[in-house]
């Protein structure tokens, strides 16, 4: 019987035990990230970018190889998607060549109907909408340095963008606090909003923010940001232990200042390295599948 197709695009879409199973299983892997387990061995993994990326398509390539796979990492320029190829037909013919697709491009739609199409997995590599591979490795991060992630008080300062919407996603999921403080036009209606961001620091366990000029939005003004920037003053209003996180990249020294993103309380780089555990954790979650008609994996000579 052909299994179901475990897509990761939004964690609201998935079962909140199987989140916490990823966040558990990511725990794991960095243990054993000097013997990793061949999980993927003889299965491929196409990345396809529309944006820029170090992180996403680093991690994404070295957890593939660490666990056994390989990948092929494609530009949206060079491939016929978005030219004169639908995203059916893409999602069919790269359906049977690969294991999973992992995809970071503008608009949440067209990754949705890839998804909808393939008959593999589709990982969200960062959309304008939603980053949920960030925020599990984010997670994995608060959980190694100040424990369980539920209780926890996160504050976000600055953007309202795509890192922040699947903060807001996790909070129930994972049952953490959340404040966010920035500009009030960028945050009608939000639930968690906190005019003043001294308050929303006070108590906080995290600070955590992202640049004000998201990938496509360049040319913006800054000028209504910047009461909103963490910097000593504002690290001061929270937990004595509270660490500060970034998704990177950063845009140096606007979101954050240079004093707080090179403190003892920055883990920047902790965060960045625990986007290969976690992501290698979400690849097996999806992959746990594979092996059905396609999957290299399945191939048995002499025994079919
Ligand atoms: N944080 C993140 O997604 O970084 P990249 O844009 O470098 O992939
Ligand atoms: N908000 C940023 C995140 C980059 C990882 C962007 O979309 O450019």
Redesign the pocket.
Known sequence: MQKETRHFLNLPDIDPDVLKAILKKAHALKKQKFNPPQLFKGLSLAMVFD?R?T??RISFEVAMKQLGGHTIVMNMSEIQLGGAESVESTANVLSRYVDAIMIRMSDQAPMEALARHAQIPVING?T?ES?PC?IMADLLTIEEKLGDIEGKKIAWFG?S???SNTFIQAAPIFGFELAMSGPEDLFAGNPHYVADPKEAAKNADVLVT??W?????EGKTLDKFWPYQINADLMACAKDHAIFMH???MHEWEEVSEEVAKSPASVIYDEAENRLHAQKAILAWCLENAGVSVSQKSFNFGNE
Do not use: A, E, I, Y
């Open positions: 944006k990326s992180r996403t960062m304008d980053h960030q953007d963008n795509n890192v992202d640049t000029v998201s990938m496509g939005q998704c990177l990249p």
